[in-house]
């Protein structure tokens, strides 16, 4: 179909580990954001880029965090020396704006496991 | 700073009777107000938003929600719940400038027969 795509959906990495998430969002659209979700709680903004330039990455956690879309369009959160804390799922949305009064469209999710 | 709060992390319903889902929410501004729903293994779909027009919106599945500025509330209704409504709901507000989301924690709905 024509929604978000991720990739993997799941993935199980040892303490220390990096790892990458992709993210393929609806075709024409501008925005794209990722959040994450730990279990039980509602997701939470990481990041946000319009096009290829990143706008804001205040909900990062760390320095271990780091995304990028350099062609404006497929995006990889990448995640250095994965630690437990880092356990949740990782959830891409894109935007065909990036005004408030557009819906953002959800991809599945990748459910990363750090043992 | 924006935020919302989910009243009730579970609330449970008999197939056929109303729904309702609490939601209160704080901002400095007028918001934009959204409720999403997340299925098992399934990506958050859009249920409705809310965005300065009309305080009473619908939504898809027949759901909808009333903006209520002086009680600062967004609550999700539905008149009559079906067994495929089972499923946990998000209120969620913007953030200033650009359409980052503000979740609430979710509130689990479930729908017994």
């Known amino acids: 179909g024509a929604g978000v795509s991720q990739s993997p959906r799941y993935k199980v990495a040892k303490r220390g580990q990096d790892v990458a998430l992709r993210c393929d969002p609806i075709?024409?659209?501008?925005?794209l954001f990722w959040y994450q979700q730990a279990l039980g709680q509602g997701p939470e903004f990481l990041t946000y880029?319009?096009?290829?330039?990143?706008?804001?990455k205040s909900g990062l956690p760390s320095d271990r965090f780091f995304a990028e879309r350099p062609e404006g369009s497929v995006s990889t959160l990448k995640i250095q020396r994965t630690q437990q804390e880092d356990s949740a799922v990782y959830l891409c949305?894109?935007?065909?704006?990036?005004?408030?009064?557009?819906?953002?469209?959800f991809g599945p999710g990748t459910r990363l496991t750090v043992t | 700073a924006q935020s919302v709060t989910q009243l009730d992390s579970h609330v449970s319903v008999s197939e056929g009777t109303p729904v309702l889902l609490r939601c209160n929410y704080s901002?400095?501004?007028?918001?934009?107000l959204f409720w999403y729903v997340q299925h098992p293994n399934k990506g958050l779909q859009l249920l409705l938003k809310?965005?300065?027009?009309?305080?009473l919106v619908k939504g898809i599945n027949g759901f909808e929600a009333e903006f209520k500025k002086s009680e600062t509330s967004f609550h999700l209704t539905k008149p009559s719940a079906h067994m495929s409504d089972a499923a946990e709901y998000f209120c969620?507000?913007?953030?200033?400038?650009?359409?980052?989301?503000?979740f609430g924690k979710g509130t689990m709905l479930l729908v017994s027969p």
């Open positions: 969620v507000v913007t953030l200033s400038g650009y359409s980052t989301l503000t």
């Open positions: 901002s400095s501004y007028s918001p934009s």
């Open positions: 880029f319009q096009n290829e330039a990143q706008l804001d």
């Open positions: 949305a894109s935007s065909l704006r990036g005004a408030r009064a557009y819906e953002q469209y």
């Open positions: 075709s024409g659209h501008v925005s």
């Open positions: 809310y965005t300065s027009a009309a305080t």
